[in-house]
């Protein structure tokens, strides 16, 4: 069993810069491959990024490549998304995700067995 907790959500401007953390415990986090979604109001949730927990191989959706960058420090069973050049469409409840899955970390959510219950990120234009 593995918990996730989120934190570091807010409001910022548009063009502003954010990062969204989230915590893990219960099991040997360094052998997680770690993902973060997002849901806007109305909408269904989206793959953001994602990172191996085997070679540290990252993935981003394309909406937000570029912008955004994902991390994890292992000896703080901690994964980061720091969130560059905000817009107000990337308002949304961010979740991060945990499975033990090999090779490139997976955009799907239904490969992740492990959800946090997410923090909301508002860009205000």
């Known amino acids: ?26 099991r040997t986090f360094s052998y997680y491959t770690m993902g973060w ?10 793959f953001v990024a994602a990172i191996s ?29 720091q969130m560059n050049s905000l817009k107000p469409e990337d308002t949304a409840v961010y979740y991060c995700a945990a499975d033990r899955v090999p090779g490139l970390p997976p955009a799907l959510e239904r490969e992740y067995e492990y959800w946090g219950q997410g923090t909301y990120v508002t860009v205000s234009s």
């Open 37 to 46: 979604f997002r849901q806007a109001p109305g909408k269904e949730r989206e």
């Open 53 to 81: 927990w085997e070679s540290g191989s990252t993935r981003y959706a394309d909406s937000v490549k570029g912008r955004f960058i994902i991390s994890r420090a292992n000896i703080a069973n901690t994964v980061y998304l």
């Open 1 to 26: 069993q593995v918990q996730l907790m989120e934190s570091g959500g807010g409001l910022v401007q548009a063009g502003g810069s954010l990062r969204v953390s989230c915590l893990a415990s219960g």
